[in-house]
């Protein structure tokens, strides 16, 4: 029988509402940023001008300020456990701000978008509305919290991936993301349900001490983590939950797959991470590399067939945008290298590696939107002897590539560097990971060098102009992409630092 | 100095970027420049050199003064990593007997470089530029004292490469660019692995902290107990050296990591060639004297025999495949596999003599080769085939150019009185001295034998007795009655013009003086491999235990 609750209780829960809030600040804003967009778009619908863009521009650099405001309040948890705030979480909120910007700077000047859809109103909205999603993903610590947040990043990208309505592909790449993201959200609802029916807890911390006082089966705990790397690896897109990736990727506008294989990947991780470090058991002796559940195998296996899996594909693709899709599976890989090292360097080598490649992805979908622009194809051999006529664009793609490919100086070779380093700190157990990592690095540069190749190597089938010119912000942008990532390829003490910095996780039991 | 000498050619490069790419001859002037500069900068170096100071490791008492020379040695990076400490990574540079020879090849391989660049005409702006980046790197190379500031030299070279081989190359490019950068990052990923493995096993005495510094490493007192590298991790030390000797030799290249080379060399214009054989190739055997021998030298001790085999097949193999080639551009890179392979061998021999005779070796065939493949070029560039049998009778018709193929030719073969049979001598000396190699000694002595068969037959073919009946060119009759040559559509001089002869003249000059009287090079290099035969040998080892 359900009592209501006394006034006192009411009102304990509506002052710690009210103090949470302090606390919510930059969801709220991002969220309010979300309502101004959809009344301006009712607004000034009639105008055909850029002002959404400029709006979302603005509020989302905006937003960096509230999160900035954070770092003051770390260690703290609201809504009664459902949420923290640590320099984690916070990593992540300038890192899905940040790409967010960089996806409407894209969207911007992308013909794609501006030219074939009937208007890009709710395009902006949407991609805010992943944003707000995004940031709640990184700060949940409560298993209904990681599951709407997850569920709101979904939605939002189910509708972007299908935003050129006319386009098949596009459409059938949004109606496949949604069946996929369907089949795996339910995956996940049902090994958080075992998880509960074995705890009675949703809070993660909570689970964790539950888990080690009580003890478990550990069958059943088997299944539900399997169910829920489920979820998780369907979001970071590592093999075997990779299967929507490619077609997604190709179907979407450019700037969307880009937000997805940057932002909404590193969401996953974000998660996978608060996850694994803070539910999962890892036995009494937290320093020592004993865990205490069978995850570190699992992952593993993800880790280990990513790599190998999406290197080796990628060798046969024409299409860039495919071809990135199945080096993002690849890269999921290498950064989970980093997680399944299970210590503060493994953790800040993989968010460095993040940072890594969130610059030289966004640098390359960015340089794809440029000349898709221009020539109106994404196939790579249409790419033919736009080197010599496109000089930045050409440049930059090869520093992104080979900064994919982790050679130096570019801030992509640090990334697996550290993510390497990582690995070998812990002796000689890990080595077999490093040594499939940089061997299927190697493969991976045959289908990346493929695009200069394409560029500079060969001469294009059709006369072609002697100069291809395009707009200022796209090369002012690329421009500046592409110095980041050579500067912090050599000098990446900041970036190393800031990384270094955020490995401070609530409630974590490891380091 | 140093830093000078390494970064004169990017911010060459820099002054062609705002270069407007109609201005072909200043871009050349400059990267001319900048070629000068580094030979100048070389040369002071090599005046102010004390030749009596070792190098390879640090001095008794730690430090490096006494050791290394120009050193220039900066933080570059610390990282806090935490638990871990922190890390440090290094900007240091300093050159020893070691690199001393290197630096001064690479700076006088650059010039010749630049000037057999003079042709290249498609493109010119962005050719420049990867070739400055390209000097760059491989000055970097032989400066850099620490692990990870060599890496990413070392990385570097690849792209220029790349895209050298594979834009201004031949019809086969394509696959000859992608397959050299593959080879090589085959090869230097391990070298990535091994590079942090050692981070973690060694420790800077001076600071107390994990270090990269190539000379920490090269002293087996620094590597701490336990550690992955660590005295007693027998299995893994192993694995290391294993790995990076692949890494290394797969530049070098030996035999059976080889097969990219003949293809890069047939596909690259005339400059790259040059540069490819010139130093490039240097990188692999100099990497295993900095690095792979010296940071595990009781798995050295251990594989003397095995390296010695490989020297051996190198030189054979080599030669019976120059033997076999009708494209002379091919002959003159497996003579390229093949004289490296002395290099190898004299390794192997790990004796001073052998050891001498290999670092010498690599100067020589520095300088050898970049002028065999000079000397392709003319003759390409003016005919454009290399099939040996579409000649016959040049001599007659250009006797320069016959006359400086002759010396080339010689010097390659090992002709007493060019450089080439000095280093040589010494490595047969050196290996015949040693127990383990004496056989193989006995046995790569064929090799000579066969490289005087294919160069000498080659030259015969090509520049002896009449014109063939299907040669490329044809004979005219000027006004005295004299055959005169004449190549279809080729404007300039028949036989060798002002700047080839600028490009050849030098090197045949270094190579007949070398030949006569070697001590200038043989002064700088014996101390540092003395230095070195001492670190790898075993009495060390056993002093150590």
Redesign the interface.
């Known amino acids: 029988m359900y009592e209501l609750p006394s006034g006192a209780e009411i009102q304990a829960i509506i002052t710690t509402l009210k103090t949470s809030a302090v606390y919510y600040l930059p969801e709220i804003y991002l969220s309010a940023l979300f309502l101004v967009l959809i009344l301006s778009d009712l607004v000034f619908r009639q105008k055909k001008n850029q002002l959404l863009s400029i709006v979302s521009l603005f509020g989302l650099t905006g937003s960096l300020w509230f999160i900035w405001k954070q770092h003051s309040m770390t260690g703290q948890e609201i809504f009664f456990g459902m949420y923290v705030i640590d320099e984690f979480a916070i990593f992540f909120k300038y890192f899905f701000v940040v790409s967010a910007i960089l996806t409407v700077l894209m969207s911007m000047t992308s013909d794609e978008l501006n030219k074939r859809t009937s208007g890009v109103g709710e395009y902006y909205v949407l991609v805010v509305g992943m944003v707000i999603g995004m940031v709640m993903m990184a700060s949940s610590t409560d298993l209904l919290m990681m599951l709407v947040s997850m569920e709101l990043v979904s939605l939002a990208a189910y509708v972007l991936t299908g935003y050129l309505k006319r386009e098949r592909r596009s459409t059938e790449a949004s109606l496949k993301y949604l069946v996929y993201g369907a089949v795996s959200s339910g995956l996940m609802i049902y090994g958080f349900s075992i998880l509960y029916g074995l705890t009675g807890e949703t809070n993660i911390s909570e689970i964790s001490s539950v888990l080690l006082s009580r003890g478990y089966d550990p069958v059943t705990l088997m299944i539900a983590s399997i169910m829920i790397l489920a979820g998780i690896g369907y979001k970071v897109g590592a093999v075997p939950f990779h299967f929507w990736s490619p077609d997604v990727y190709e179907g979407a506008p450019i700037p969307v797959t880009a937000l997805l294989s940057v932002a909404s990947k590193a969401a996953g991780f974000a998660l996978l991470i608060r996850f694994f470090y803070v539910a999962v058991p890892h036995g009494p002796d937290t320093g020592a590399f004993t865990p205490g559940s069978e995850w570190l195998l699992l992952l593993m296996i993800l880790s280990v067939t990513s790599m190998i899996y999406g290197n080796v594909v990628a060798l046969w693709q024409t299409n860039v945008k495919r071809l990135l899709a199945y080096s993002s599976i690849a890269h999921a890989g290498y950064i989970l290298l980093g997680i399944i090292v299970m210590?503060?360097?493994g953790t800040?080598a993989t968010l460095f590696y993040l940072i890594s490649y969130l610059m030289m992805n966004f640098g390359a979908f960015l340089v794809a939107v440029t000349i898709a622009n221009k020539t109106g194809s994404e196939n790579i051999e249409d790419y033919r002897g736009l080197g010599?006529r496109m000089p930045l664009a050409g440049a930059a793609m090869?520093v992104f590539l080979?900064s994919l490919?982790g050679?130096?100086?570019t801030v992509g070779?640090i990334g697996?560097?550290m993510i390497?380093?990582a690995l070998?700190?812990k002796?000689?157990v890990f080595?077999w990971l490093?040594?499939v990592g940089?061997?299927t690095?190697?493969i991976s540069?045959?289908y990346y060098?493929l695009i200069?190749?394409n560029m500079?190597?060969?001469e294009s089938k059709q006369p072609l102009p002697d100069t291809i010119r395009s707009g200022m912000l796209p090369q002012l942008v690329t421009a500046g992409l592409m110095l980041l990532t050579l500067y912090f390829g050599i000098?990446?003490?900041p970036l190393?630092?800031f990384a270094?910095y955020a490995?401070t996780l609530f409630g974590n039991q490891l380091? | 100095m140093l830093s000078l000498i390494v970064f004169l050619p990017i911010l060459a490069g820099l002054i062609i970027l705002a270069v407007p790419s109609s201005q072909k001859q200043i871009i050349r002037i400059v990267t001319l420049l900048a070629a000068f500069g580094q030979g100048i900068l070389a040369v002071l170096i090599w005046q102010g050199y004390d030749p009596s100071l070792p190098g390879i490791t640090a001095s008794a008492d730690g430090s490096l003064d006494g050791s290394f020379q120009f050193v220039e040695r900066l933080p570059w990076i610390t990282l806090d990593l935490g638990a871990f400490g922190t890390l440090n990574i290094e900007y240091f540079l300093g050159v020893d007997g070691l690199s001393i020879t290197m630096v001064l090849l690479t700076a006088l391989i650059s010039i010749i470089g630049v000037l057999s660049s003079w042709t290249i005409s498609k493109q010119v702006k962005g050719y420049f530029i990867l070739y400055n980046l390209l000097s760059t790197a491989m000055m970097g190379c032989f400066v850099a004292l620490d692990f990870f500031l060599f890496y990413v030299f070392w990385e570097l070279m690849l792209l220029p490469m790349y895209f050298l081989i594979g834009i201004w190359g031949g019809p086969n490019r394509e696959y000859a660019a992608i397959k050299f950068f593959l080879y090589t990052l085959f090869g230097s990923v391990f070298m990535l692995l091994v590079m942090i493995g050692l981070y973690f096993s060694v420790i800077d005495p001076a600071t107390g902290n994990h270090t990269f510094s190539l000379v920490a490493m090269a002293s087996q007192e620094n590597y701490i107990e336990g550690s992955i590298f660590g005295p007693e991790s027998v299995f893994w030390r192993y694995a290391a050296f294993i790995v990076l000797f692949i890494g290394f030799a797969i530049k070098v290249p030996m035999f059976p990591f080889h097969t990219w080379l003949p293809d890069a060399h047939v596909e690259a214009p005339t400059p790259i060639s040059v540069i490819l054989a010139g130093v490039l190739l240097k990188l692999g055997t100099y990497g295993m004297m900095r690095i792979n021998f010296p940071f595990f030298p009781e798995v050295f001790q251990a594989s003397l025999y095995v390296i010695g085999v490989f020297g051996a097949i190198n030189i054979i193999y080599g030669a019976f495949c120059a033997l076999a080639q009708s494209d002379l551009k091919k002959l003159v890179a497996y003579s390229s596999i093949s004289h490296m392979g002395y290099v190898l061998l004299g390794l192997a021999a790990n004796n001073t003599e052998g050891m001498v005779g290999a670092l010498y070796q690599m100067f020589n065939h520095g300088t050898i080769t970049a002028m065999l493949f000079l000397l392709v070029g003319v003759i390409y560039d003016r005919a454009h085939t290399r099939q040996i049998d579409k000649f016959g009778g040049l001599a007659s018709y250009m006797p320069v150019y016959a006359g400086i193929v002759t010396v080339a030719w010689f010097a390659s073969l090992g002709l007493p009185g060019l450089s080439g049979f000095i280093s040589e001598a010494f490595v047969f000396v050196g290996a015949f001295s040693a127990e383990v190699t004496r056989n193989l000694a006995i046995v790569s002595v064929l090799g000579i034998v066969f490289g005087a068969a294919y160069l000498l037959w080659s030259l015969q073919r090509m520049f002896l007795g009449k014109r063939n009946p299907d040669a490329v060119y044809e004979l005219h009759k000027d006004a005295e009655g004299n055959d005169v040559i004449h190549f279809h559509d080729w404007k300039g001089k028949n036989d060798l013009d002002g700047r080839e002869l600028a490009m050849l003249v030098p090197l045949a000059a270094i190579i007949i003086v070398l030949g006569v009287y070697p001590m200038p090079v043989l002064g700088m290099i014996t101390t540092s491999i003395n230095k070195l035969v001492e670190v790898l040998s075993p009495v060390v080892l056993t002093a150590l235990n």
């Open positions: 210590d503060e360097l800040q010599r090869t080979i490919v050679l130096p100086p070779f697996k560097l390497f380093s070998l700190a002796g000689s080595v490093a040594l940089v061997l690095s190697v540069l045959y060098m200069p190749l500079y190597l060969r000098f990446f003490t190393s630092d270094r490995v380091y």
